[in-house]
């Protein structure tokens, strides 16, 4: 049965940039009195990013609260972390992994290669309101004709090493400023490109894309799925 709590985290998912179900969640597990620390480090965020919007800077006193809370000896967050994945359980695997970097009292972005996100990316995105993706595996490279970065998709997606190469339907996710194609004599394979002005632009684009799709399967029919 679906609790107050679970509601509430439901729409910090479906909507990450609203900053009230976030406040409505920490009176909610001070009320319940079901983890006063996860609560107050909550609010402790959401009075950084406050400041930060602001251009005003943090007192030294916040943030060392909010370090203790994180990576203290009883951490507030990591606690509640994801035992689930295949890989392992408990709270180290998933820092292993995702390397998450937390605001406004959730995880918000990760940090991991393509295989480790697909092979969870349900799972991460049905319990977290992440907005950001960065892979370590991947990255945009030099494509000429003035253009400063490229992402790349080819047929023969497996047979072909690259580090800007993205499988097709990661790719078809972009929104590139350019898109060309090429077919080159060695093993007649056939590349699309995805151009951008910049490396920034690049790396932006595919943590839309990427974030798009885990928020795809993760609400999918308008219906969340819920993790066991």
Known sequence: MQTEGDAILRDIREH????????????WLEETDKDLALAEFIRLQMQVAALERDGKAVPPAIRDRERELLVGPKPALY???VCWFHSGSGTDTWRILFAPEFRRGFPWLITC???????NARELFSRYPIEDVRLTDRRPVPVGDGW????TVVEDFRSVRLPNALPRWLFKRLAAEKVTERIFSWRQQ?????????????ILDLSRALVAHGRSLAFSEGQPHVPS
């Open 16 to 27: 990450p940039e609203d900053d009230l179900p976030r406040l409505a969640y920490a009176d």
């Open 79 to 81: 606690e509640h972390a």
């Open 113 to 119: 290669r393509l295989g480790d996100l697909m092979s």
């Open 148 to 151: 400063a970065a490229c992402w």
């Open 190 to 202: 056939r590349f699309t490109h995805a151009r951008y002005a910049s490396d920034a632009a690049a």
